[in-house]
């Protein structure tokens, strides 16, 4: 389960070198990174663990199986992280790298990409009946690949400015494609096959609302953290779900001497630039912790309310969470492929191209999607040990699902009812790719009910903080400098308050990136005053 801690600081006045306002995996990477380098460091939860959205939980009654309840890929994690703090963690790639389903001719067909470049090119050639397709994917992500082998590693160094980012990047062609046109422009001159081209915009849109050619290029930003993880792009599955990242993070902040105190909400902080009075709140009281620097692993709309500064725009976030149990994978109506393969991956559901746009333009116009676009993977095809040993050895496995163009506006009415409106369209457009109903698949809970569970915007932002439920806090930032941004991309108008969530410049996704930068602040700032 979650880390749990119990250190009562209510009634205390204490100091620390470090006060960390929140104990998702950005906040406790950076308190093992201070309290390893011998800063006293105090985390405050206001939940009852620690974790945030990086977390394990069994959602099911009497079901021994511990899901990945919201985060549940690795891409962006820096290994250097990982070895820094000396964490027990791991996480397995994956055989496959995706399947879409499609009918062509009036026959269930689809794309089925890993397992071998002979087999990709097998199944490009026998989705789009030539060879073009499969020359122009090696080509594109032979590009991104270079790009992800440049740009990655800059991600834990102080900030680039555009000039320089665009030097190491050093691919003038790569540069306009992905930093200065629409993405939509490329996938449209480099692909002619509509579902191969929605396969590729996929990854601008996670967790992004925006349409293929969006001005603001945010669709870009996106597509380009989800392409250069680990400087490969692979999305990985993190070794017994997420929360054995943030267990493992949590022991080693601890295990350096950092006091997580979950239960304590943080609800202001005064500052003069130089110290800092942290105000929070437990079941007990109210109390208040003293430190040289604080460090805010929340959205910028929660450190604007603590710090009584003007709030950035709303963020709104723009996707349906499911995670479901199965007693058996189904079976596909395409039987060239066996679902075990098909899964394992990330199983796309209506994201054609043409699908995705028509998506986004109903969504835009206030309507839930007519086809809900979405991508599924299970986790336990890759890594069974989530599942206890009853549940494995019966061949129960878990299903993710992860739904796009569904921004927090539409949920506003009425939560709940358009939540199972839009589960029921976006299972029948599964539906229409098995040759059996997901709901006879379902595993039940110790009460008889189906072990299936989904979460919206609005869910998210009310279980977790998230504003507007935007798994990213507000939209992707570029990697590199930008006005107001410091050296580290966590530095806030005060000095000696840094922005150490997914918020800040290089956040976003579960990397430790700001945890890391926001520490490496703190840690040059003291050595650049040898009296302090």
Avoid at 101 to 124: M, N, Q, S
Avoid at 326 to 345: H, I, Q, S, T, Y
Avoid at 472 to 484: N, V
């Amino acid at each position: 389960m979650p880390a749990h801690e119990g250190h009562q600081e209510a009634r205390g006045h204490r100091a620390y070198d470090a006060v960390v306002v929140g104990g998702g995996h950005n906040g406790l990477v950076a308190a093992a990174y201070l309290a390893r380098a011998g800063r006293s460091v105090l985390v405050l939860e206001r939940l009852d663990h620690t974790g945030g959205a990086a977390v394990s939980t069994r959602p099911f009654a009497g079901v021994d199986a511990r899901l990945s309840r919201y985060s549940y890929l690795v891409s962006l994690l820096p290994r250097k992280i990982v070895r820094d703090l000396g964490l027990d963690f791991r996480v397995q790639g994956r055989t496959v790298s995706s399947y879409t389903p499609v009918e062509r001719g009036g026959r269930p067909t689809g794309l089925l990409v890993g397992g071998g470049e002979e087999r990709t090119r097998e199944a490009f050639a026998r989705l789009t009946g030539g060879e073009r397709e499969y020359a122009s994917w090696q080509r594109f992500y032979g590009m991104t690949g270079r790009v992800a082998r440049r740009v990655f590693p800059t991600l834990t160094e102080p900030l680039p400015s555009r000039g320089e980012l665009r030097r190491r990047v050093d691919d003038e062609e790569a540069w306009r494609t992905l930093f200065e046109e629409p993405i939509g422009m490329a996938i449209e001159e480099h692909f002619a096959d509509d579902l191969v081209r929605g396969v590729v915009l996929t990854d601008a849109l996670i967790g992004t609302f925006a349409d293929a050619h969006d001005a603001s290029l945010k669709q870009n930003r996106c597509f380009l953290y989800h392409v250069i993880g680990g400087g490969t792009g692979a999305w990985d599955v993190p070794v017994g779900g997420m929360g054995a990242l943030t267990d493992a993070l949590a022991a080693a902040a601890r295990g350096a001497g950092a006091v997580l105190a979950t239960g304590h909400e943080a609800v202001r902080i005064a500052t003069d630039g130089r110290t800092a009075e942290v105000t929070y709140r437990t079941a007990d009281g109210e109390g208040v912790a003293t430190a040289r620097h604080v460090l805010v692993n929340a959205s910028p709309q929660t450190l604007a309310a603590l710090t009584g500064d003007e709030p950035p725009a709303p963020a709104e976030g723009a996707q349906l969470k499911v995670n479901m149990l199965l007693k058996r994978l189904p079976r596909l109506r395409d039987g060239a492929v066996d679902p075990r393969e098909a899964f394992a991956g990330t199983f796309h559901i209506a994201e054609g191209y043409e699908q995705l746009a028509a998506a986004h333009a109903q969504a835009a116009a206030g309507e839930l999607p007519a086809a809900p676009p979405s991508e599924i993977y299970c986790h336990s095809l890759t890594d069974p040990s989530i599942l206890g040993p009853d549940l494995a050895a019966r061949g129960h496995q878990t299903l993710t699902l992860f739904g796009l163009h569904t921004p927090a506006r539409l949920f506003a009415g009425d939560n709940d009812a358009v939540r199972e409106e839009l589960l029921r369209a976006t299972l029948a457009q599964l539906d229409a790719h098995l040759a059996e109903p997901l709901a006879d698949c379902l595993a039940t809970d110790a009460d008889g009910r189906p072990c299936i569970e989904a979460r919206t915007p609005l869910d998210l932002e009310r279980d977790l903080g998230l504003p507007g439920g935007n798994i990213f806090h507000r939209d992707l930032s570029w990697p590199h400098a930008q006005e107001g941004a410091g050296r580290w991309g966590v530095e806030t108008r005060h000095a000696n308050v840094l922005l150490c969530g997914a918020g800040a410049v290089r956040g976003g996704g579960v990397s430790g990136v700001p945890g890391h930068n926001a520490a490496m602040a703190v840690l040059e700032a003291r050595e650049a005053r040898p009296d302090r």
